[in-house]
């Protein structure tokens, strides 16, 4: 239990990576007739629902007697991590699919470790370093080894201009929030955050020419079950953990234990969906999960 305890954000950040694994190949089947705007707007939704009931039963609550600027920041930081950066990551993962889409998200971890180091003045040991670089390896090697079809460049470039977009804003999100949410409970900065999203979304949505069709998406009988899994698990479950591994770890670390989602989703995606597992993506694995323990241990 005391090892438990002293891990508890490296433990919550490898649990928010299984989570966030298995909500990508929902949310991939989802998009397949949801559009993305719809698919952020119902998750956000959904989470800041169930939400409400899960703090009442830890004892806490979603409203704090606390000064505005923490509301507006968290609300900045929602907008941004949630509203746009998820946003841009459907569209993402709808134009390169789940393969390609894990090359881009290797940026993930750089992003936050380099904003760690300028806005909180983390830093990483020698070995816990090499481990972030095992890590990045892996994932790199693991989408290098894409056996799926090959869209066209013109395509590929935007889905990564979409992907790298999304790292960006999600990491900034996140980060800038780093301080307040050390001292903060995990629901209610959560429920802040979700609300920011879906003041992005809604504000988009009013001003968008095919909002109709967008909603009409949300309510498409043949995905409805993606729908709901995928907001469940990629939202509600994985943002739990991935905050609370924010929250008792460092950023640079909980990021990089983060990445290892991006071996799980080919090892899911072999399972579920029959994709070829090569032997390259098994020497990937191995060494993101090398990488994982000295990040975690070292």
């Not at 609300?75 to 134009?95: C, E, M, P, R, W």
């Not at 591994?245 to 983060?258: H, P």
Request: net charge positive.
């Amino acid at each position: 239990m005391d090892i438990l305890g002293s891990y508890l954000g490296e433990t919550l950040s490898l649990l928010t990576a299984i989570a966030w694994a298995f909500a990508v190949i929902l949310f991939k089947k989802s998009g397949e007739t949801v559009h993305p705007l719809g698919l952020n707007l119902f998750k956000n939704l959904l989470s800041m629902t169930l939400l409400v009931p899960t703090a009442y039963l830890f004892g806490e609550s979603i409203i704090r007697d606390v000064p505005a600027h923490e509301y507006l920041l968290l609300l900045a930081s929602g907008a941004l991590g949630i509203g746009v950066a998820d946003t841009l990551f459907f569209k993402s993962l709808n134009a390169l699919g789940a393969g390609l889409t894990a090359i881009v998200d290797c940026a993930y971890a750089p992003v936050i470790i380099i904003l760690s180091v300028i806005w909180l003045g983390e830093s990483l040991s020698p070995w816990q370093l090499s481990g972030v670089l095992l890590i990045v390896t892996a994932v790199l090697m693991t989408g290098g080894d894409n056996h799926s079809g090959s869209p066209s460049r013109r395509h590929v470039m935007k889905g990564v201009a979409y992907g790298l977009s999304a790292m960006v804003a999600n990491g900034i999100g996140i980060v800038m929030i780093k301080p307040l949410l050390e001292r903060s409970p995990i629901f209610w900065v959560t429920e802040v955050r979700l609300a920011g999203g879906v003041i992005v979304v809604l504000t988009v949505l009013a001003f968008h020419s095919s909002r109709r069709a967008i909603i009409q998406s949300i309510l498409s009988a043949h995905s409805w079950g993606y729908t709901v899994s995928s907001s469940f698990v990629g939202a509600y479950l994985s943002m739990l953990l991935w905050l609370g591994g924010m929250k008792f770890a460092q950023a640079s670390v909980a990021a990089a234990l983060n990445q290892t989602s991006n071996l799980i989703i080919f090892v899911l995606a072999a399972l579920i969906l029959k994709e070829k597992l090569t032997s390259m993506r098994i020497l990937a694995i191995l060494l993101g999960v090398g990488g994982a323990f000295l990040v975690t241990f070292a």
